[in-house]
Antibody, heavy 124, light 107 residues
Framework: QVQLQQWGAGLLKPSETLSLTCSVSGGSLSGYYWSWIRQSPGKGLEWIGDINHRGNINFNPSLTSRVTMSIDTSKDQFSLRLSSVTAADTAVFYCARGRGCSGGSCYPRAYDIWGQGTVVTVSS | DIQVTQSPSTLSASVGDRVTITCRAS??????LAWYQQKPGKAPKLLIY???NLESGVPSRFSGSGSGTDFTLTISSLQPDDFATYYC?????????FGQGTKVEMK
């Protein structure tokens, strides 16, 4: 079955750039949007953005200016970069499988598959 | 933005109890609501999608209902493995908003 394995640096200093990657195994990137979600004690679960295999991207408007997402279909991986981090970005970050796409149109789907989570701490 | 509000934030219950958690959306969201279970140190696990559809492999004691603005997650007979935090989520074409969570703890 499809599994997601994620990795990236867990300790950052303020103003640095967070970089995470999620690898899909047991399936393909095609046919879905792949999301990044974070969870912090203060803000709960928060959708960051999602990307499909064509590189089409949707962002949470509150984070758009600092977020970059990319996808590598040759490796079945997708990535997140969040620039200029502050202590407020301290959170557990998850990758997950979301929206579906078929026949040229896309449709809402709940997040049925999640990565294991990466704890990211921003501290000087 | 559409907001989703869960209640209660904490619920104390015993094994065998019937448990109900509610989620209210600030606007009509049709049936685009999911429920997740999360245990400490783990990713959320999908229980219910499109308001009332049970995800494959999820025990039948979990059920969801509602449409429009008011939704409910019910656990018909609480089991020891069910003590966890539960989240609702709006996931239509424009929003992917989570509720604040309901912690189900042992009475």
């Amino acid at each position: 079955q499809v599994q997601l394995q994620q990795w990236g640096a867990g300790l950052l200093k303020p103003s640095e750039t967070l970089s995470l990657t999620c690898s899909v195994s047991g399936g393909s990137l095609s046919g879905y949007y792949w999301s990044w979600i974070r969870q912090s004690p203060g803000k709960g679960l928060e959708w960051i953005g999602d990307i499909n295999h064509r590189g089409n991207i949707n962002f949470n408007p509150s984070l758009t200016s600092r977020v970059t997402m990319s996808i590598d279909t040759s490796k079945d991986q997708f990535s997140l970069r969040l620039s200029s981090v502050t202590a407020a970005d301290t959170a557990v970050f998850y990758c997950a499988r979301g929206r579906g796409c078929s026949g040229g149109s896309c449709y809402p789907r709940a997040y049925d598959i999640w990565g294991q989570g990466t704890v990211v701490t921003v501290s000087s | 933005d559409i907001q989703v509000t869960q209640s209660p934030s904490t619920l104390s219950a015993s094994v065998g109890d019937r448990v109900t958690i509610t989620c209210r959306a600030s606007q009509d969201i049709d049936r685009w609501l999911a429920w997740y279970q999360q245990k400490p140190g783990k990713a959320p696990k999908l229980l219910i999608y499109k308001a009332s559809n049970l995800e494959s492999g999820v025990p039948s004691r979990f059920s969801g209902s509602g449409s429009g603005t008011d939704f409910t997650l019910t656990i018909s007979s609480l089991q020891p493995d069910d003590f966890a935090t539960y989240y609702c989520q709006l996931y239509d074409d424009f929003s992917r908003t989570f509720g604040q969570g309901t912690k189900v703890e042992m009475k």
